[in-house]
């Protein structure tokens, strides 16, 4: 099977779903694909709506006690909770990773889905995942943890493409460097440049995910719903889901 890694899903953390996903949807026009009846079993809810090809994912625990919930203690709810990377052998990148010293934290079997979550600490900013659907190497093909039929809710009239990542950290060059070879990709300055969207690593007081940029088809319509909704509106960006969102045209 040829190599190949794509970022395939951003995963928020919030202390409810509502009314972040709500919000998020309203906003950048987005629509819910799917809820997985899954993440029950690690005191969670979540929902999912896809940016195109990207699935952006919103998790709440409904328990005390539970890694997520931990993560916004700890964070005071700043900083986005996963990067979710398709590839052709979560496996092998699995046992790379541990070979560097970064933790296996949990490993998902849902035929013909497999997935290899590491272990935060160890990735430092934020959980990574690898994955892979049996089968579908296509990105518009099945991919379970979205639904049967997520591709039917995409839309594009409102938001076009989710198209980057901004991580902070006191070390950007360092972390850059250090998710690089996490994930096989050779970091260029402090950018980590994927088939379908850019890591950017820039100087910040801790480590988190801190920005997700999105190209959108009228910028100042998607400021005007963000500020009908209370938030507070920064040049072109607003903070929603303990991240920000920055837009582009």
Known sequence: MTRYIRLRQICLVAPQLAPVISDIGEIMGLAVCYRDGNVAKYGLENALLPVSTILLEVVAPFEDGTTASRFIEKTGGRGGYMAIFCC????????????????????????????????????????????????????????PPAGPDWQKFIRKDVTLALTGVEMQSPDPQGL??????????????????????????????????????????????????????????????????????????
């Open 88 to 143: 052709d052998d979560p496996d092998e990148r699995g046992r790379h990773a541990n070979a560097m010293g970064v933790r296996t934290a949990n490993v998902i079997d849902h035929a013909p889905y497999h997935g290899v979550q590491l272990h935060p600490r160890d990735c430092r900013a934020a959980f990574i995942e690898f994955n892979h659907t049996d089968g579908s190497d296509d990105i518009l093909g099945p991919y």
């Open 176 to 249: 850059a460097e250090h998710w690089g070879k996490i994930i096989g990709v050779a970091a260029i300055g402090s950018e980590l440049k994927l088939p379908n969207a850019t890591f950017r690593f820039v100087t910040g007081a801790s480590e988190i995910m801190s920005a997700l940029e999105f190209r959108v088809a009228d910028v100042a319509q998607v400021l005007h719903s963000a500020k009908a909704k209370g938030l507070a509106v920064a040049g072109n960006e607003f903070l929603l889901g303990g991240v920000t969102f920055r837009l582009t045209a």
